[in-house]
């Protein structure tokens, strides 16, 4: 009898805590607005497309990618600073239009500020099928 006893007990403490906890009110729903009004400061986001534009003056470039959230293309200005690591370039002067570059970035003080930009590279296009049998074809010279 005390099993039985035991074990209602323990299912009724399970159904409580399982109703206090739908009861609760996510911090989310309780204040909305707290939540959409406050920037995800230190959140890193990652995104790749080609590069548009390159302000020098402002140590900026304007990349093109495509966001699948909203399911469209879009553009965005990504300022770099001393500590951002570029690779595959020098310094962000030989970042050009046209490069596509992998940005990881973060939002500070309403900016955009990269983290790192990794600029693609270009690859040499491999010799065509003709040109290669032309090459084994030919006489060497003598």
Known sequence: MKRYLLAIAMIGLAAISAFAQEQQVPAEAAAPEAVQTAPAQSQEISIYGEVKNVNMAANSITIQYYDYDSDEEKSIDIMADAATKIENAKEIVDIKPGNWAD?????????????????????EAPLEPAKIEEGLTQAPKQ
Do not use: F, Q, T
């Open 103 to 123: 940005v990881i970035y973060s939002v500070k003080d309403g900016k955009n500020l990269a983290k790192s930009i990794i600029v693609e590279k270009e690859e």
